[in-house]
């Protein structure tokens, strides 16, 4: 199956409605996609991928397989609910975390920042454009999420020497709004549920960046935009480089289905069947609308 890839600068210009038919069909039935030409600097990519990189090599890695995790792998005893993975996390917002990563020096921290501001641009435009495909308001998810947090998950996937004993990390749902994730160009391992069948996510071509839906996602939409399984494997050739970014609704946000986009509920059937005679030949959709405004 080919994953759905979006040209964002699509839209905005005569592609528009094109472009968001493409992100909504993306958003609905697959709930992962890619994006390319997303506005994110290439050479602030770059840097963001040797920095983490170096950090890992020089801070991270010698300690991961000195862990009793990885000696474990080697007398072939590992536990199925632990995860081959090497990771921490820089919370950006609403207050940074930075100060407190073991190690993380200056020019790290400065361009893990500017990473962070790119992509919530980036992810706002998605909020935006996914909004005005549900036919709500474009600052809808933007507002419900009442002042998004936002944090970026760094991982590396170490390389593996029995990577039939071990998940890189477990299949999961991830719980929150939007994630934007700048992976690996060489090394594999990603793999996304469709349709009962496992999809692996190709390494990264000319930095594009991967997005799939959260469970938020799915709530606010009532179920229209899909939070989809997904799962990473560890790989034997290679280490895997993961920059996941969350933007994810904030702490005190209340999140329920968009009213515009429930059902018609608590009504008498009679009552639906009146109206329904005169607007049988009427969208259904538009039916359920006025419904919902006639009868509550």
């Keep these: 199956m080919e994953i759905p890839v979006i040209n964002i600068t699509q839209l905005y210009g005569e592609k528009r409605s094109e472009t968001l038919s493409l992100l909504h069909n993306a958003c609905a039935q697959w709930g992962f996609f890619w994006l390319e030409n997303h506005g994110v600097s290439e050479d602030l990519m770059n840097k963001m991928k040797g ?77 935006a454009a996914m909004s005005e495909n549900l036919g709500l308001d474009k600052d809808y998810i933007k507002k419900a999420f009442s002042e998004p947090s936002v944090g970026i998950k760094v991982a590396k996937y170490p390389k593996c020497s029995h990577p039939e004993l071990v998940m890189g990390l477990r299949e999961h749902t ?59 494997l560890p790989n034997k050739n290679g280490s895997r480089l993961s920059v996941a970014t969350f933007y994810n609704p904030g702490d005190d946000a209340i999140i329920s289905p968009a009213p515009k986009l429930t059902y018609p509920s608590q009504y008498r059937f009679q009552d639906y069947l009146n109206f329904y005679s005169t607007t049988k030949f009427n969208d259904k959709v538009s039916r359920f609308q006025t419904t919902k405004e006639i009868l509550k």
């Design 51 to 127: 920095l983490v990189n170096k950090y890992y090599e020089q801070d991270m890695e010698k300690n991961f397989y000195g862990s009793g995790m990885a000696k474990m792998l080697g007398d072939e005893k590992v536990s199925s609910n632990v995860d081959w993975e090497c990771s921490f996390m820089y919370r950006h917002q609403p207050k940074s975390n930075s100060h407190d990563i073991p190690k993380l020096l200056r020019p790290c921290r400065t361009t893990v920042f500017e990473y962070a501001e790119e992509v919530i641009k980036l992810a706002e435009q998605l909020a």
């Design 174 to 232: 991830d719980a929150g709004g939007i994630i934007l994730l700048f992976q690996d160009d060489l090394v594999p391992g990603l793999e996304f549920l469709k349709d009962g069948k496992w999809i692996p996510v190709p390494p990264t071509e000319g930095n594009r960046i991967f997005v799939n839906l959260g469970d938020q996602i799915e709530v606010m939409t009532n179920g229209i935009y899909k939070s989809i399984c997904h799962r990473v």
